[in-house]
């Protein structure tokens, strides 16, 4: 078997830490794949993290600079690195919970100052790592370990939230959509500005299976069948709507 990525992972760092199902892993594949594409030289990036099972996706695994830092504060530490030093292409990979919970303040002022970072959120709707915990990314009426009724609440557009902001590329995709999804973190990875994509990843292990979605390939079904585009979704009734997920470029 030919392991072409196989040069963009940290020497000793042998399997990765993910469930089974778990869509984190096909989306550190495709952001090894964006880059390899592209010639990016590790030298000249910075991968930043804050902390939950998606911080994990550059670190330890990526060969090059990591920083794995507090929960919620990914963005603080890459925005000091950029102004440090503004030639590091800083990327920063972290989950919804992280970036847009406790980090959401963090993440619109990001945005607002559109600073010159590449942030891939990977949403599965729920802070994974901890337990199953409601995120504000998760939707309304979903089960969680701390909503046993169903999620009250309205959850973020994440992607419209970043764009109000000031965000200057936004991107959604799932990982079910790997060939858009690597054209969308290269374009983020040229792009001079706040880029921002929220990755679509199925959690079976706390999403899933209080949701009815126990086995991953029901998850990923699911996500196959709701994830639609702009042009797609014009032709829906409001009702047939209302269960997709818009993907594609904003
Ligand atoms: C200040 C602080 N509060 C809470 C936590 C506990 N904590 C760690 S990760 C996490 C949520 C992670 O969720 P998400 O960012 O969505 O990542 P996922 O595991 O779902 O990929 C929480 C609440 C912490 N480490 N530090
Ligand atoms: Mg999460």
Not at 18 to 47: Q, S, T, V, Y
Not at 145 to 167: H, I, M, Q
Not at 207 to 235: H, K, T, W, Y
């Amino acid at each position: 078997m030919v392991r072409a990525l196989e040069k963009y992972i940290r020497p000793g760092v042998k399997a990765t830490p993910f469930c089974p199902g778990c869509g984190h892993g096909i989306l550190m594949n495709c952001i090894l794949r964006a880059m390899d594409e592209l010639k990016m030289d590790m030298r000249k990036m910075l991968f930043v993290s804050g902390i939950g099972c998606a911080a994990w996706i550059p670190s330890p695994h990526f060969n090059g600079d990591t920083l794995h830092t507090l929960h919620g504060r990914a963005l603080a530490f890459a925005t000091g690195a950029k102004l440090f030093n503004p030639e590091l292409c800083v990327m920063v990979v972290s989950g919804d919970g992280d970036l847009s919970s406790i980090g959401g303040n963090h993440l619109i002022h990001a945005a607002r100052r559109n600073i010159d970072l590449k942030v891939i959120c990977a949403n599965n709707m729920i802070y994974g790592m901890t337990g199953g915990q409601a995120a504000s990314t998760t939707p309304r009426g979903s089960k969680t370990s701390t909503t046993a009724e169903g999620n009250p609440y309205r959850p973020f557009d994440l992607c419209k939230l970043v764009e109000a902001a000031g965000a200057t590329y936004v991107a959604r995709y799932s990982v079910t959509q790997p060939v858009s999804l690597i054209h969308a973190i290269q374009k983020a990875i040229l792009h001079q500005g706040f880029s921002f994509i929220e990755v679509l990843s199925p959690c079976p292990t706390q999403f899933g299976r209080r949701n009815l979605l126990d086995r991953p390939e029901e998850m990923i079904q699911d996500l196959i069948r709701r994830c639609v585009s702009e042009q797609e979704a014009e032709g829906l009734t409001e009702e047939e709507r209302a269960e997709k997920i818009i993907t594609g470029e904003f």
